[in-house]
C-alpha cells in the first residue's frame, strides 16, 4: 500500500474550487484557496502514470488517462470525498494522448498511432467505433477537439508537422509545417481562433485561422479554412513542453521550469520561472489562476495576471538638485541626501517636504539609518554629525536632535551597529562605536581594524548586552570584537568572496550574514564564563550573486540583485518571491515590506525605491496578486540517488528523509501523516550526489557523510531540535573536501590551457562507508569511479575538526560501486563491489592494514554478471554472514560467508542462491530486515521474499509495483507486526507498507491487470 | 538532445573520436558481436536508424572479413534524417514504417533477403521515462515490422532496448518472431543507463504470418503467462558482452592511458547535422532571443 507519493506531476486540472493533480497513478486533490489537501485516491490506474483529467461539462464525471489505460469516474454525493470509482481501468491497445467527452455518454480517444476510439462509457465501456487515421507512424503528442458534427483531430509528428484531420475525412485537410523538431503539445482554441503548438526546438509557435464567417464549430469551417504560422516565438531555454491559451493570453510552459506569458501580438509579457528549475510536465488555466505540475514533484498555482497588473510604478520630484542616497523611514516615507548634502523628508502620501539644510566641510556625505528605520544619521569625513529622529505619531516630520562636530577624521564608513549605536571607520583602521548622551554624543568603545586593502567597514551589528561586536571590512572579511579588546576575538577570512558583507545581523545566539558572493552564511555565539566562542556553522546558496539583507524579522524573505534584476527570495520555499529591473545594486535604493489591511484582508506589500538617471523611482507589489503559491512542495528536481531515513526521538509521528541526488542538492525533508511532505534543508554540491551514509552521534544529532561528482565528499552535522511544535533541523557544515583538490589547488596561478597537472575532472565518489573510530575520531571508506578506494580519517570534538586523507588502495580494476561495512564479533569488514560482479571481502580491525599497496582481500567472489548496484549483509551466527547483492543483470544473490573460528583467511563461500525470474531490469535495491528480503529494480517493481532463519532458503512472497521511474533504491523506515515499511526512490519517492499476512497476498493479485 | 539527457562522455567517447568511428556506439556492437558473433557469414546487412553511422562503420568493416570479393558485400542504411556518405553503405532516407522503404531494401539485395538486420534508433528522450520506453519500444516493433519483411529465416536482429516498467511486454512480443531472444549489455554501454540490447536469433516468424506495413505492431498486454506483478513475468536471458580486459565505460580513466606518454585532443568525427536546436543557437548567439 502506498503511504506517500511525489514524483513527477504529469497531469493537473482546476476543477470548480479544487486543484486535481495526477501524480504517478494517483488523484491527490488540494482546496484551491487553501492549498489544504481534500484527499488522495490510490492506484487509479494500475502501474501507470495519469496523463489527462478530462471533465465532462457539467463536472459531473470525469474522464482520466494515462499510458494505455483509461478510466470513468464520478462525483460523489458524500460530503468528505469529491469522487467515486470502483477499481479497475479500460486497458486500450495504444497509448493515449488526447481524450475529450463528445456527449454525456461517449469518449473520443486519440492514440499514439494516430487512431482515434470512441467508447461509449454509460455502463461497461464499449469501444463503438475506431478511426484509423493515415500517417500512423508514432505521435509525440495529439488533440482531439469536438466539432457540432464530426470530431476535429491533430496530430503531431516525428516529422516536425502537425497534421489535422477530421474522423470523417479519409485525406488529411491541413498540414501545419514549420518546427524544426518534434511537436510537443498542441493546444487549440477555437473561440480565439488560434492554435499553439510547442517544439523540440525550443520555439512556440500560434497559427491563425482564416476561414469563411460561419460557425467555427462546423466540418465546413475546417474544410475551408486556410491556417498560417502568424507568429514563431522563442522565450524558453530548452523545449517547450506544453502550452494552454486563456482569453488574453498564450503561455507556454517548459523544460527550463520556464512559464512564459505572450499576448496576441506574440510580446512575451512575463517569464517566471518555478519548480527548481526541473522541467514542467503540466498546466491547466481558469479565469484567475494558472496551475502547474513539475518534474520536482510540486504543484504550484499561479495568478493569472502579469506583473504590471498589481504594481504601481511611480517616478517621484522630490527637492531641487540630484538626490544621491535615499532610504525609507518607519512610517514609510523617504529620507533623501541630495548633492549639496542636504537632508529631505518626504511625505510619500502628502507628497510633502522638508528640507533640513546641513553645512557640511567635506563633499564626501554618508546616509545611514537604524534598524528601527526610526533615527537617520548624517556624517561627513570631516567628522560632522546630524542625528535625525522620525516622529511616531502626528503630521510624520523628522527631528534634529544631534548636531555636532566629532573629533573624529577622515571617516570612510558608518553603519547603525543597533538602535543606538553608530559604528565609524575612519583612516588607518580605527573603529569608534559611538552614542548618544543629551544632545551629544560618546564614544563608547574603540576597536582597530586589521591591514587590509581598502580598510574600512561595510556592515557592523551589536548584540544585545553590548558586548560583542561584529563588523564585516571592505575586503569580505568578518572580525568579532568584545569590548575589552582593540584586536578582534575571531576573524572569518573571505566568507563572502572579495567583496565586503553587505549585511550582518546578530540574532538569538547566532550571527547571520550575507554577501555579493551569493550566500547567506550563519554562525554560531555560545558565551560561557566570559570566553565568547563563535563558529560558522553553515551556508546557504540563494542563485544570485548580489545579497543584500533580510527584509523581514524571521530571517525568511532575502532580497538581492542578479545582474540589473532586483530579487526577492523566499527562503522557505527557495523560490523568488518578486522581480524588477531596475538596473543593478550599484546606486542608491532601499525596499520594506508591511502588511497592509486592504478590503477587511491582509496584503503582503512590497516598496522599492531606487535611483535611476538621477530620477527617483518607486515601485509598490501586492505580492498575493503577483506570486505563486505552492499547493504542493517540490522536492529533488532530477534522480534521487540515495536516501537514509531517520526517526528523531523528539516526534516520533514524523519521519525526515535525508536525500541527496542528480540535481546536485543534499535535502532534509519531513514527511508527517501521509500528506504532508516538505524539504527542510538544502544544501549543495558541486556535482551529483552519489551516495551518502548517517551515523548517530548522540540523540537527535546525525553525522552526515556524502559524496559524488567531482571527487567531492562533505560532512555535515544535523541537530535535530524542538521549535513550538515542530522539529527543525539545525545543520552545522563540517567539512567539504575535494578528493582531486579544488581547481585552484590543482592547476595553481596557470590557466588551464596552460595546465599541465593531471586534470581529471571525472572521479565520482560511487559510495562511501563510515565506521567509528577511537575518541571521535571517524573513518570513511571512498569507493572511486577511478577503481581506487581511498581513506580518509575525520576527527570532531567542540571546535576542532579535522580531515586527512589516510591512504588509497587500487585493487579492483575498474569502477567501485557500492562499499558495505558489516560488524562481525568484535571485528569490522568491508565488502566492495564492482561493475564487474566481484565482492571483495577486508578486515578493517587494523584500519591501517588495508592502505598498504599489497593489501589483498581476505575473500573474493563474483556474484552478478555485471555491475553491482545494492548490497545488503545480515549476521546469521557467529561463523556466517549472509550477503544479498542485486545487478544491472536482474539477478538477486544470496550467499553466505562461513567464517570459521574468526579465522578471515580460511573464509570461503559455503551456500548461494539465485535468481534472475522476478526483475525485468537493473535490480538497485535489496533490504534485509529480520527474515524479509525487499528487492526493488528500474522496472519499478518491488519484491518481498523470505528468508529463512539458516538463510539456506529463500521464499518468494510477492510483488507490487511502484510509481518512482528509475528507482535508485530502497530504505527501511519501520517494522511493526506483519507490516515492513520501506521507502524506494528514484524520479520522486514513495513509501509503501508491504504486509507480510498470508491473506493480503490475494488481495494484491486482484489488482494484476 | 533535451536538458535532462546526462553527458555520457566517457571513455569510449574519447576512444570513439581516437579510433575514427562517429559514435561510441561502434563499440556496443563490436562487443555484442564478441559474445555473439553475429557478423559470420553476414553478406547482407541493414542498419535501421543508422544515423549518425557508426554501426555502418563497423558493418563495412566487419563484412568484409567474410568474404573475398568486397562487392559481394551489401550493406544498407535507413534513416529519416540526412547522414553524411559512407563508401560502401547504400543509404535510404526514408521512413521505416514504409513498405516501400522495405521495397528499396530488397532491390538493393537484387531480391534476395538480409542476413542481419540492426537497430540502434533510440527517440528524443523527453525525461518522463513511461513514454520515452513506449516510444523506444515502439520504435523497435517498427524495425522489427519492417524486419519481417527485408530478413531470411534464421536471420538476426539486434536492437536497442530501454529496460523500464514495461520490458517484458517487449520480449514476448519478440519471441514469438525468434526462436532465441536474449538480452544484452555490452561494457562499453554504462551501467547506470537502461539501455541494452536484445539480440534476437534464428528468425522464424509464427506459422501463417504474413509481413504487412498496414497496421503498426502494436507491443503485448499483460497475461497470465506474463503478469504486471508476481512470479509469471516473462523474463528473457541476460548476458553482458564484452571481454573483461576491455575498458569499463563507468570507470574513470586517466588522461595518458596504459602504454601512452601524450594526449591530444581530437574533434568528434561527425557533428550533428541540423539539430532541432539548431534555429535557437543561432539566435542566442545573435542575442535575438525575445528577453
Known amino acids: 500500500?502506498?503511504?506517500?507519493?511525489?514524483?513527477?506531476?504529469?497531469?493537473?486540472?482546476?476543477?470548480?474550487?479544487?486543484?486535481?493533480?495526477?501524480?504517478?497513478?494517483?488523484?491527490?486533490?488540494?482546496?484551491?484557496?487553501?492549498?489544504?489537501?481534500?484527499?488522495?485516491?490510490?492506484?487509479?490506474?494500475?502501474?501507470?502514470?495519469?496523463?489527462?483529467?478530462?471533465?465532462?461539462?457539467?463536472?459531473?464525471?470525469?474522464?482520466?488517462?494515462?499510458?494505455?489505460?483509461?478510466?470513468?469516474?464520478?462525483?460523489?454525493?458524500?460530503?468528505?470525498?469529491?469522487?467515486?470509482?470502483?477499481?479497475?481501468?479500460?486497458?486500450?491497445?495504444?497509448?493515449?494522448?488526447?481524450?475529450?467527452?463528445?456527449?454525456?455518454?461517449?469518449?473520443?480517444?486519440?492514440?499514439?498511432?494516430?487512431?482515434?476510439?470512441?467508447?461509449?462509457?454509460?455502463?461497461?465501456?464499449?469501444?463503438?467505433?475506431?478511426?484509423?487515421?493515415?500517417?500512423?507512424?508514432?505521435?509525440?503528442?495529439?488533440?482531439?477537439?469536438?466539432?457540432?458534427?464530426?470530431?476535429?483531430?491533430?496530430?503531431?509528428?516525428?516529422?516536425?508537422?502537425?497534421?489535422?484531420?477530421?474522423?470523417?475525412?479519409?485525406?488529411?485537410?491541413?498540414?501545419?509545417?514549420?518546427?524544426?523538431?518534434?511537436?510537443?503539445?498542441?493546444?487549440?482554441?477555437?473561440?480565439?481562433?488560434?492554435?499553439?503548438?510547442?517544439?523540440?526546438?525550443?520555439?512556440?509557435?500560434?497559427?491563425?485561422?482564416?476561414?469563411?464567417?460561419?460557425?467555427?464549430?462546423?466540418?465546413?469551417?475546417?474544410?475551408?479554412?486556410?491556417?498560417?504560422?502568424?507568429?514563431?516565438?522563442?522565450?524558453?531555454?530548452?523545449?517547450?513542453?506544453?502550452?494552454?491559451?486563456?482569453?488574453?493570453?498564450?503561455?507556454?510552459?517548459?523544460?527550463?521550469?520556464?512559464?512564459?506569458?505572450?499576448?496576441?501580438?506574440?510580446?512575451?509579457?512575463?517569464?517566471?520561472?518555478?519548480?527548481?528549475?526541473?522541467?514542467?510536465?503540466?498546466?491547466?488555466?481558469?479565469?484567475?489562476?494558472?496551475?502547474?505540475?513539475?518534474?520536482?514533484?510540486?504543484?504550484?498555482?499561479?495568478?493569472?495576471?502579469?506583473?504590471?497588473?498589481?504594481?504601481?510604478?511611480?517616478?517621484?520630484?522630490?527637492?531641487e538638485g540630484t538626490p544621491k542616497k535615499l532610504v525609507f523611514t518607519a512610517r514609510r516615507n523617504l529620507a533623501v541626501l541630495n548633492e549639496t548634502g542636504h537632508l529631505i523628508y518626504y511625505v510619500i502620501a502628502e507628497k510633502t517636504e522638508i528640507v533640513h539644510k546641513i553645512k557640511h566641510e567635506s563633499t564626501y556625505v554618508m546616509l545611514s539609518i537604524s534598524p528601527c528605520k526610526q533615527i537617520i544619521a548624517v556624517a561627513d569625513t570631516n567628522g560632522s554629525l546630524e542625528v535625525f529622529v522620525e516622529n511616531c505619531k502626528g503630521p510624520a516630520s523628522v527631528q534634529n536632535v544631534i548636531s555636532t562636530k566629532l573629533q573624529i577624521n577622515k571617516i570612510l564608513s558608518m553603519q547603525w551597529a543597533d538602535n543606538r549605536h553608530i559604528v565609524l571607520c575612519s583612516e588607518s583602521g580605527d573603529i569608534c562605536v559611538i552614542a548618544s548622551k543629551g544632545s551629544e554624543v560618546e564614544i563608547v568603545s574603540k576597536f582597530l581594524l586589521p591591514h587590509c586593502k581598502e580598510r574600512w567597514l561595510t556592515s557592523a551589528a551589536m548584540n544585545l548586552d553590548n558586548n560583542l561586536l561584529v563588523v564585516g571590512d571592505r575586503c569580505g572579511n568578518?572580525?568579532?570584537?568584545?569590548?575589552?579588546?582593540?584586536?578582534?576575538?575571531?576573524?572569518?577570512?573571505?566568507?563572502?568572496?572579495?567583496?565586503?558583507?553587505?549585511?550582518?545581523?546578530?540574532?538569538?545566539?547566532?550571527?547571520?550574514?550575507?554577501?555579493?558572493?551569493?550566500?547567506?552564511?550563519?554562525?554560531?555565539?555560545?558565551?560561557?564564563?566570559?570566553?565568547?566562542?563563535?563558529?560558522?556553522?553553515?551556508?546557504?546558496?540563494?542563485?544570485?550573486?548580489?545579497?543584500?539583507?533580510?527584509?523581514?524579522?524571521?530571517?525568511?524573505?532575502?532580497?538581492?540583485?542578479?545582474?540589473?534584476?532586483?530579487?526577492?527570495?523566499?527562503?522557505?520555499?527557495?523560490?523568488?518571491?518578486?522581480?524588477?529591473?531596475?538596473?543593478?545594486?550599484?546606486?542608491?535604493?532601499?525596499?520594506?515590506?508591511y502588511i497592509e489591511n486592504i478590503n477587511n484582508g491582509y496584503e503582503q506589500i512590497i516598496k522599492l525605491v531606487y535611483l535611476k538617471n538621477s530620477d527617483i523611482n518607486m515601485q509598490t507589489f501586492c505580492i498575493s496578486k503577483i506570486t505563486s503559491k505552492d499547493i504542493i512542495k517540490g522536492t529533488h528536481s532530477k534522480e534521487i540517488n540515495c536516501l537514509k531515513s531517520h526517526h528523531p526521538q523528539l516526534e516520533e509521528s514524523a519521519t525526515f528523509f535525508i536525500s541527496g541526488g542528480e540535481d546536485t542538492t543534499l535535502r532534509v525533508s519531513i514527511a508527517k501523516e501521509s500528506k504532508h511532505f516538505q524539504d527542510e534543508v538544502i544544501l549543495k554540491h558541486l556535482s551529483s550526489i552519489r551516495t551518502l551514509k548517517v551515523f548517530l552521534l548522540e540523540i537527535d544529532k546525525l553525522l552526515v557523510v556524502s559524496g559524488g561528482g567531482r571527487a567531492q565528499i562533505c560532512i555535515n552535522i544535523m541537530h535535530f531540535v524542538k521549535d513550538c511544535d515542530d522539529v527543525k533541523v539545525v545543520v552545522e557544515d563540517v567539512i567539504d573536501f575535494l578528493v582531486k583538490g579544488t581547481d585552484k589547488e590543482r592547476k595553481g596561478a596557470k590557466t588551464w590551457r596552460n595546465c599541465t597537472v593531471d586534470f581529471d575532472p571525472e572521479t565520482r565518489i560511487m559510495d562511501l562507508e563510515v565506521v567509528e573510530g577511537k575518541d571521535n575520531c571517524f573513518l570513511i571508506y571512498a569507493g572511486c569511479s577511478d577503481a581506487y578506494l581511498r581513506i580518509f580519517q575525520f576527527k570532531y570534538h567542540d571546535d576542532k575538526v579535522t580531515f586527512k586523507p589516510l591512504g588509497q588502495l587500487k585493487y579492483h580494476k575498474t569502477c567501485i560501486l557500492k562499499t558495505h561495512c558489516v560488524k562481525f564479533l568484535d571485528k569490522i569488514i568491508l565488502m566492495t563491489c564492482t561493475t564487474r560482479g566481484e565482492v571483495c571481502f577486508w578486515d578493517l580491525t587494523e584500519p591501517n592494514s588495508i592502505t598498504d599497496n599489497d593489501a589483498t582481500a581476505f575473500l573474493s567472489t563474483t556474484t552478478n554478471k555485471s555491475g553491482i548496484n545494492c548490497i545488503a549483509s545480515k549476521i546469521i551466527s557467529d561463523s556466517e554472514i549472509l550477503l544479498a547483492t542485486g545487478g544491472d543483470d536482474n539477478a538477486v544473490h544470496v550467499k553466505i560467508v562461513h567464517i570459521p573460528n574468526e579465522d578471515f583467511q580460511s573464509a570461503e563461500i559455503v551456500h548461494t542462491w539465485t535468481s534472475d525470474r522476478f526483475h525485468g531490469s537493473q535490480i538497485t535495491g535489496v533490504l534485509l530486515k529480520d527474515n524479509i528480503m525487499v528487492t526493488a529494480s528500474i522496472d519499478q517493481r518491488v519484491t518481498v521474499f523470505k528468508i529463512s532463519k539458516n538463510g539456506r532458503e529463500v521464499e518468494f512472497l510477492y510483488q507490487t509495483i511502484s510509481d518512482v521511474a528509475d528507482i535508485q533504491g530502497v530504505d527501511f523506515i519501520k517494522k511493526s507486526g506483519d507490516t515492513i515499511t520501506v521507502c524506494v526512490f528514484g524520479k520522486g519517492i514513495e513509501v509503501l507498507a508491504l504486509s507480510l499476512e498470508e491473506a493480503n497476498f490475494n488481495c494484491h493479485n486482484l489488482g494484476i491487470l | 538532445m533535451g536538458k535532462t539527457s546526462k553527458d555520457k562522455r566517457d571513455?569510449?567517447?574519447?576512444?570513439?573520436?581516437?579510433?575514427?568511428?562517429?559514435?561510441?556506439?561502434?563499440?556496443?556492437?563490436?562487443?555484442?558481436?564478441?559474445?555473439?558473433?553475429?557478423?559470420?557469414?553476414?553478406?547482407?546487412?541493414?542498419?535501421?536508424?543508422?544515423?549518425?553511422?557508426?554501426?555502418?562503420?563497423?558493418?563495412?568493416?566487419?563484412?568484409?572479413?567474410?568474404?573475398?570479393?568486397?562487392?559481394?558485400?551489401?550493406?544498407?542504411?535507413?534513416?529519416?534524417?540526412?547522414?553524411?556518405?559512407?563508401?560502401?553503405?547504400?543509404?535510404?532516407?526514408?521512413?521505416?514504417?514504409?513498405?516501400?522503404?522495405?521495397?528499396?531494401?530488397?532491390?538493393?539485395?537484387?531480391?534476395?533477403?538480409?542476413?542481419?538486420?540492426?537497430?540502434?534508433?533510440?527517440?528524443?528522450?523527453?525525461?518522463?521515462?513511461?513514454?520515452?520506453?513506449?516510444?523506444?519500444?515502439?520504435?523497435?516493433?517498427?524495425?522489427?515490422?519492417?524486419?519481417?519483411?527485408?530478413?531470411k529465416n534464421g536471420g538476426v536482429f539486434v536492437a536497442k532496448i530501454f529496460r523500464g516498467k514495461d520490458a517484458t511486454l517487449l520480449y514476448s512480443q519478440l519471441k514469438q518472431f525468434f526462436e532465441l531472444v536474449t538480452v544484452s549489455k555490452p561494457r562499453s554501454s554504462r551501467n547506470s543507463s537502461i539501455e541494452a540490447f536484445v539480440v534476437c536469433q534464428n528468425y522464424n516468424p509464427p506459422s501463417g504470418f504474413v509481413p504487412t506495413m498496414i497496421n503498426p505492431l502494436l507491443d503485448h498486454q499483460y497475461c497470465d503467462f506474463n503478469q504486471l506483478t508476481g512470479p509469471n513475468r516473462f523474463i528473457v536471458p541476460f548476458n553482458v558482452c564484452g571481454d573483461l580486459s576491455a575498458y569499463d565505460s563507468d570507470t574513470s580513466y586517466p588522461l595518458l592511458l596504459d602504454g601512452q606518454t601524450t594526449y591530444e585532443y581530437k574533434e568528434p568525427i561527425q557533428k550533428p547535422i541540423d539539430p532541432p536546436y539548431k534555429n535557437i543557437l543561432e539566435k542566442t548567439k545573435n542575442m535575438q532571443l525575445n528577453k
Open chain 1, 1 to 319: 500500500m502506498s503511504l506517500l507519493i511525489r514524483t513527477d506531476v504529469t497531469a493537473v486540472k482546476l476543477y470548480e474550487e479544487f486543484i486535481i493533480a495526477g501524480i504517478g497513478s494517483s488523484l491527490h486533490i488540494y482546496e484551491k484557496n487553501t492549498a489544504k489537501s481534500f484527499g488522495t485516491h490510490n492506484y487509479i490506474l494500475e502501474g501507470q502514470k495519469i496523463y489527462g483529467i478530462v471533465p465532462t461539462k457539467d463536472k459531473s464525471k470525469i474522464l482520466i488517462f494515462g499510458g494505455k489505460q483509461f478510466k470513468v469516474i464520478h462525483r460523489s454525493n458524500l460530503e468528505l470525498r469529491l469522487f467515486d470509482f470502483s477499481p479497475g481501468s479500460v486497458l486500450c491497445n495504444d497509448w493515449l494522448h488526447s481524450g475529450i467527452w463528445t456527449s454525456d455518454n461517449k469518449i473520443a480517444l486519440l492514440t499514439a498511432h494516430n487512431v482515434v476510439q470512441v467508447w461509449d462509457v454509460s455502463n461497461n465501456p464499449i469501444l463503438i467505433s475506431c478511426t484509423i487515421n493515415k500517417d500512423n507512424s508514432i505521435l509525440y503528442s495529439g488533440l482531439i477537439t469536438p466539432l457540432i458534427d464530426d470530431i476535429l483531430v491533430f496530430s503531431g509528428t516525428v516529422f516536425s508537422e502537425v497534421i489535422i484531420s477530421r474522423c470523417e475525412c479519409e485525406e488529411p485537410l491541413h498540414r501545419l509545417i514549420g518546427h524544426k523538431g518534434v511537436i510537443f503539445s498542441i493546444s487549440c482554441s477555437i473561440e480565439r481562433g488560434i492554435i499553439v503548438t510547442t517544439s523540440d526546438d525550443r520555439s512556440v509557435r500560434i497559427w491563425g485561422l482564416n476561414g469563411p464567417a460561419i460557425d467555427r464549430n462546423t466540418k465546413a469551417f475546417w474544410d475551408s479554412v486556410t491556417i498560417s504560422c502568424i507568429h514563431e516565438l522563442y522565450g524558453h531555454l530548452a523545449r517547450v513542453m506544453r502550452s494552454c491559451i486563456t482569453n488574453r493570453y498564450v503561455i507556454s510552459v517548459g523544460e527550463d521550469s520556464g512559464i512564459c506569458f505572450w499576448d496576441s501580438d506574440g510580446t512575451l509579457l512575463k517569464k517566471i520561472g518555478a519548480h527548481q528549475n526541473a522541467p514542467i510536465w503540466s498546466v491547466d488555466v481558469d479565469e484567475h489562476n494558472l496551475v502547474t505540475g513539475g518534474a520536482d514533484c510540486g504543484v504550484t498555482m499561479h495568478p493569472l495576471t502579469v506583473a504590471s497588473d498589481y504594481s504601481d510604478s511611480d517616478t517621484l520630484r522630490i527637492g
Open chain 1, 478 to 593: 568578518i572580525h568579532c570584537f568584545i569590548k575589552e579588546g582593540t584586536n578582534p576575538i575571531k576573524t572569518f577570512a573571505k566568507v563572502h568572496g572579495r567583496y565586503g558583507p553587505t549585511s550582518i545581523r546578530i540574532k538569538n545566539n547566532g550571527i547571520i550574514s550575507t554577501g555579493r558572493d551569493g550566500t547567506i552564511k550563519y554562525f554560531s555565539v555560545y558565551y560561557n564564563n566570559g570566553v565568547y566562542r563563535i563558529k560558522h556553522t553553515s551556508s546557504k546558496d540563494l542563485g544570485f550573486q548580489w545579497v543584500e539583507k533580510c527584509i523581514d524579522s524571521q530571517d525568511n524573505l532575502i532580497c538581492g540583485f542578479q545582474e540589473r534584476v532586483f530579487v526577492i527570495a523566499d527562503l522557505r520555499n527557495n523560490s523568488k518571491l518578486l522581480e524588477v529591473h531596475c538596473g543593478g545594486g550599484h546606486r542608491s535604493w532601499d525596499v520594506v515590506r
Open chain 2, 11 to 151: 571513455i569510449y567517447y574519447r576512444l570513439a573520436k581516437e579510433e575514427g568511428w562517429r559514435a561510441r556506439s561502434a563499440f556496443k556492437l563490436l562487443q555484442i558481436n564478441e559474445e555473439y558473433d553475429i557478423f559470420n557469414g553476414v553478406l547482407r546487412a541493414v542498419d535501421l536508424c543508422a544515423a549518425p553511422g557508426s554501426w555502418s562503420q563497423v558493418l563495412t568493416k566487419k563484412l568484409k572479413e567474410n568474404t573475398t570479393n568486397a562487392d559481394d558485400v551489401k550493406i544498407v542504411a535507413v534513416d529519416l534524417q540526412a547522414m553524411a556518405a559512407l563508401p560502401g553503405v547504400k543509404q535510404i532516407q526514408g521512413d521505416i514504417t514504409k513498405l516501400s522503404t522495405a521495397h528499396e531494401i530488397i532491390k538493393e539485395f537484387e531480391g534476395f533477403k538480409a542476413d542481419l538486420v540492426v537497430c540502434d534508433g533510440a527517440p528524443d528522450v523527453t525525461g518522463l521515462h513511461d513514454i520515452d520506453e513506449y516510444v523506444q519500444s515502439q520504435l523497435l516493433l517498427a524495425a522489427l515490422n519492417i524486419t519481417t519483411h527485408v530478413l
